[in-house]
């Protein structure tokens, strides 16, 4: 799993959560194919990791963020444990992240969820499909 994790600003004290503490964030795969296939990249990087991590950071430090699952998420698809957070800039873009308490305090971005948009994604599919890596087949 492909992972990037960067310091954020001082999170509120929520769910115990101390104060002043930096929150880390790191961001799956999944999540960065998501976030291609469905947002797309405001600087153009090839690896917007760098950026997800960043708005996570600047949501959470904001304090927008909620364990409990937005309307649109059917009760049996919001897993037990995850935190969703609102970007600053899109307000209808969610991260679905898991909190690590154990002592870290690590945010996982695991996902994104587009809360009202209906129909085809921001980024059109050639564009997506041409990140990926091309397989040869004999």
Known sequence: MGILVANGKDAPPRSGYRDGMGILVAVTDHAVERFRQRVGSRSGALDPRPEIAGRVSEAWAAGRWSETPPAGIRSGAAARG?????????????FVCRHDRSGAGELIVISLWEEGRVGTPRVPRRYTDALRPSVRRP
């Open 82 to 94: 995850s935190v969703y957070v609102r970007d600053l800039v899109d307000r209808d873009l969610l």
